[in-house]
């Protein structure tokens, strides 16, 4: 049972913004450990989207956005597209558990 | 840029180990952590542990203690994950992933291998 919740879906049109939210606790997020965003497309291996809360990798489109506030983080993508339809996950650190946690996963759908 | 390549998939009896490695091109190997990554069919990802080739002894998920042994060889810039004691519940895509240095992110990651276990 993951300590990081998200919402099992989301979707939206082609154009459209979504965000994906992703609550925490005070012995994760809220202990203000870094929170990583990564995108799974379909039978393919996790790639980095977003690092240390609000950071794009090179390569990543800055349609894609991270934020973080208190115990949560939210990723949101704007300009929606269909090659954006994937599995997502983020990632902490938790200090009552000395583990590396990922949230329980949100799929996109582009509507 | 690094690429991590994994060992092929794998067919496992219930009771017995596997053994699944990940060589590391490109980066330096021995001053990165290589985490373990596994994701059940149709679940989430899950961290099982992780390990330093230049610290030593790797870190375990609370849930693995026992029958979860990292390694590392600065040599051949291979880690390897060994689980033993495997049920169904273990059938799933083990993944490796180079632990970045910065906040805990993993910035590379192999291309997963399928472990079934099945009687």
């Known amino acids: 049972q993951s300590v990081l919740t998200q919402p099992p879906s989301v979707s939206g049109a082609p154009g459209q913004r979504v965000t994906i939210s992703c609550t925490g606790s005070s012995s994760n997020i809220g202990a203000d450990y870094d929170v990583h965003w990564y995108q799974q497309l379909p039978g393919t291996a996790p790639k980095l989207l977003i690092y240390?809360?609000?950071n794009r990798p090179s390569g990543v489109p800055d349609r894609f956005s991270g934020s973080k506030s208190g115990t949560s983080a939210s990723l949101a993508i704007t300009g929606l597209q269909a090659e954006d339809e994937a599995d997502y996950y983020c990632?902490?650190?938790?200090?009552?558990?000395?583990?590396?946690?990922f949230g329980t996963g949100t799929k996109v759908t582009v509507l | 840029q690094v690429q991590l390549v994994q060992s092929g998939a794998e067919v496992k009896k219930p009771g017995s180990s596997v053994k699944v490695s990940c060589k590391a091109f490109g980066g330096t190997f021995s001053s990165y952590a290589i985490n373990w990554v596994r994701q059940a069919p149709g679940q989430g990802l899950e961290w099982m542990g992780g390990?330093?080739?230049?610290?030593?002894?790797?870190n375990h998920a609370q849930k693995f203690q026992g029958r979860l042994t990292i390694t590392a060889d600065e040599s051949t810039s291979t880690a390897y994950m060994e689980l033993n004691s495997l049920t169904s519940e273990d059938t799933a895509i083990y993944y490796c992933?180079?632990?970045?240095?910065?906040?805990?992110?993993?910035?590379?990651w192999g291309q997963g291998t399928l472990v079934t276990v099945s009687s």
């Open positions: 240390i809360n609000s």
């Open positions: 992933a180079r632990e970045g240095g910065i906040g805990g992110v993993f910035d590379f």
């Open positions: 390990i330093i080739a230049i610290l030593g002894p790797a």
């Open positions: 990632q902490s650190y938790d200090n009552s558990l000395s583990e590396y946690v």
